[in-house]
């Protein structure tokens, strides 16, 4: 696969070990990431949607006893694991903000492409998931590969840093950013563009990578 990263990213395999499963791209002055992840089709999922939302709860984790997911959009079991509604428990402080379908462009409508867009609020600052972030926005796409059994999980994580708090790491106030009113400031729109120069470049140029 072929996709067009920005040039302010870099290549984590040239300072850590990474699964061949993965290709995963690090912010060079910053703590945000990209990740894309090659796995097994979901078959458990009825739908793309639901396949979605599993793939999700991988992205977040499952930590045992932090409790109901805290989106108003869903009733989620807990567990981490698709109930027989096909909802997820996400957790404590995990907010799903939206959820949609995309086009790849080299990969046309026919395969199916997803988008959810959500924000995970540590309980407390001891299980936040990046050093000193007060929350982070996730950015999931997910691409199905039915024919190859694949499916490709394309994940942006961006911790916000208050300035105030961590002058030298912090990258947002909190006069810009508003989570009540869903509201995540000029970092959202950045990492947004990203998303969408991927989902404009990727391509397959060898599907025999998926035998």
């Known amino acids: 696969m072929t996709v067009e990263i920005p040039e302010n990213y870099i290549d984590a395999s040239t300072i850590r070990e990474i699964p061949d499963t993965q290709e995963v791209f690090l912010l060079r002055d910053?703590?945000?990431s990209i990740i894309f992840d090659l796995t097994e089709r979901v078959t458990e999922a009825a739908t793309d949607e639901q396949a979605l939302r599993f793939h999700f709860s991988d992205v977040v984790g499952r930590q045992e006893g932090r409790g109901e997911m805290e989106s108003g959009e869903e009733d989620a079991d807990q567990g981490g694991d698709l109930n027989g509604d096909g909802e997820m428990d996400y957790g404590i402080g995990v907010s799903v903000l939206e959820t949609g379908r995309a086009t790849a462009e080299h990969l046309g409508p026919s395969i199916p492409t997803l988008t959810l867009t959500a924000y995970d609020k540590p309980p407390s600052p001891s299980v936040r998931r990046s050093p000193n972030s007060d929350f982070t926005l996730i950015l999931l796409t997910l691409?199905?590969?039915e024919r190859q059994s694949t499916d490709v999980a394309i994940t942006l994580n961006v911790p916000y840093i208050d300035r105030a708090r961590d002058p030298d790491a912090g990258n947002f106030s909190w006069s810009e950013v508003d989570l009540e009113a869903?509201?995540?400031?000029?970092?959202k729109a950045e990492v947004e563009r990203v998303r969408d120069r991927i989902l404009r470049t990727v391509e397959v140029k060898d599907w025999g990578l998926f035998l």
């Open 30 to 32: 910053g703590f945000s």
């Open 143 to 145: 691409i199905r590969l």
């Open 182 to 187: 869903k509201r995540f400031g000029p970092l």
